[in-house]
């Protein structure tokens, strides 16, 4: 029997379990009924379209014009060459890095899989991939653009910004193979109408299940954030927690200097303007990979000291009081 409540119940389980090489099931729950649904759907379709991944957009290879042409001693045409290299999933070492131009050369007889595309730039997640077979006597040179992005982007929107002697490539960047959910019922406080959200991931290898969950997660807060921008012209319910009188912003606007930040990460946000506390707060950590001189070993302290001192990086935990930060801010840097 279902309960009159003037509140939506707060689901507060959460469960990650590992099924098969880059598969993994995630749960979440309880939820009132019809709420499971509301989230899940559209977290499956971001899932389905904005997880990052990485794509070859563009080929150059020594001696061929277009994608129709063939090469002597090598078995394949072109045209199944570049579709084998489509199919080839890549990742970069340096995740700051967003384009990767890679070279090669093969000489003689051979059978050339993605493993003998490796190099000091970037990795092949799967290395026993076929792509082309050449002969004794040939030789076979090309320079592959590789991209980090997100979603489909086909080889016709790409041919602009190519040169001539670029064949484009039709780039699926999307790491996500598989994504499915169920709703399950779940007991809760003996009451049989709660719902239970399994979601059921599979990727590349470009990245992790969780990891794609992640980007999906992140996406959706962003793309909503939009809304806090006409909070001023709805009239909300108000908690203790979301007045402005009782929030302490102390902490939020320290210098970041105060942190113990170490000399390279101070100086990468010195450089960045980076300022306050709270400026962190409100950030990504998409906005953190992309600031400017901000390596991988100043991104997992930044994150890390963020975690330890009550605002994780990326949790949303300031939406709230966005706006009131921002201003705070803002008005510091102008005295400044």
């Given amino acids: 029997m279902r309960k009159v409540v003037t509140q939506a119940h707060v689901p507060n389980s959460f469960d990650i379990e590992i099924i098969g090489e880059n598969k993994a099931r995630i749960s979440a729950w309880p939820f009132e009924i019809g709420f499971a649904i509301t989230l899940a759907h559209p977290l499956k379709r971001l899932l389905a379209l904005g997880a990052v991944g990485y794509a070859a957009t563009a080929i150059k290879i020594d001696g061929i ?11 394949e045409d072109i045209s199944l060459f570049i579709i084998n290299i489509k199919n080839t999933r890549f990742r970069f070492k340096n995740p700051e890095s967003k384009k990767e131009v890679l070279e090669f050369n093969f000489k003689g007889a051979k059978e050339i899989r993605g493993a003998d595309l490796v190099n000091e730039n970037v990795e092949v997640v799967n290395p026993d991939i076929y792509i082309a077979t050449i002969n004794e006597d040939t030789e076979l040179s090309f320079t592959l653009i590789v991209e980090k992005g997100i979603g489909y982007v086909a ?10 002697d670029f064949i484009s490539i039709d780039a699926f960047f999307n790491p996500v193979r598989n994504v499915s ?13 709660h719902e239970k959200i399994v979601f059921d991931i599979t990727t590349d290898g470009q990245i992790s299940p969780e990891d794609a969950f992640k980007n999906a997660l992140e996406a ?3 793309q909503m954030s939009v809304f806090e921008k006409i909070t001023d012209k709805v009239k909300k319910p108000q908690n203790k927690q979301s007045k402005e009188s009782d929030i302490d912003f102390t902490k939020l606007l320290k210098s970041v200097k105060e942190l113990g930040f ?4 101070s100086n990468a946000l010195e450089i960045a303007g980076i300022k306050y506390v709270g400026e962190l707060a409100l950030m990504s950590i998409e906005d953190i990979n992309n600031l400017k001189n901000v390596g991988k070993k100043s991104v997992d302290e930044i994150v890390a000291t963020m975690k330890e001192i009550g605002y994780p990086i990326g949790s949303n935990s300031t939406s709230a009081y966005k706006e009131q930060l921002k201003e705070k801010i803002a008005e510091l840097k102008n005295k400044g």
């Fill in 65 to 75: 014009n277009h994608e129709f042409d063939s090469k002597r001693g090598m078995l």
């Fill in 155 to 164: 080889s016709e929107d790409l041919r602009e910004r190519n040169s001539n």
């Fill in 181 to 193: 959910y169920k709703i399950e019922n779940v007991l809760h406080e003996d009451n049989p109408d």
């Fill in 220 to 222: 959706m807060y962003q």
């Fill in 262 to 265: 170490t000399v390279r990460s």
